[in-house]
């Protein structure tokens, strides 16, 4: 199995910025990419982010020009760099894993003061 854990959330005023990072461990093998996903108590979970290990990248448009992803393949992490945060950013975010076992973070709390 694969096992991811995330780390760098936190409160941050509107405008700031925060980076989230998520190491895998485990199967790391059979990871083709990492996915940052957001969750909002009583909404569905929505893909943020999305980068393959080829460096293919996805961003869900109320995030472009404002968060990147990236990964370090050598440290089995992927990383979601967030500037420019608004208050609608407010939300838990996961990091997924988009292999064959679909793992899931534990979630990081990200709040956006206004």
């Known amino acids: 199995q694969v096992q991811l854990v995330e780390s760098g959330g936190g409160l941050v005023q509107a405008g700031g910025s925060l980076r989230l990072s998520c190491a895998a461990s485990g199967s790391i093998s059979s990871i083709n990419g990492m996915g940052w996903y957001r969750q909002v108590a009583g909404k569905q979970r929505e893909l943020v982010a999305s980068?393959?290990?080829?460096?293919?990248?996805y961003y869900t448009d109320s995030v472009k020009g404002r968060f990147t992803i990236s990964r370090d393949n050598a440290k089995n992490t992927a990383y979601l760099h967030m500037n420019s945060l608004k208050p609608e950013d407010t939300a838990v975010y996961y990091c997924?894993?988009?292999?064959?076992?679909?793992?899931w973070g534990q979630g990081t709390q990200v709040t956006v003061s206004s």
């Open positions: 997924h894993d988009l292999g064959y076992w679909g793992s």
């Open positions: 980068i393959t290990w080829t460096g293919t990248t």
